[in-house]
């Protein structure tokens, strides 16, 4: 038995470089949330510039 609370609309979906990204809709304003943009800054990369 499902129940309709349970299911969550698609939002808006997007291509980006490396793929694609679903992000969300609201008031009529989408919007893409924790998109990875940089290098990690750990290991061989931990003093270098960003």
């Known amino acids: 038995m499902s129940n309709a ?4 609309e698609a939002g808006p979906v997007t ?4 793929g694609q ?3 969300l809709s609201e ?5 893409y949330k924790n998109i990875p943009f940089g290098a990690d800054t750990g290991g061989a990369n931990r003093f270098r510039p960003p």
């Open 5 to 8: 609370s349970e299911v969550q």
């Open 27 to 31: 008031n009529g304003v989408d919007a």
């Open 21 to 23: 990204i679903e992000g």
């Open 15 to 18: 291509s980006i470089e490396s």
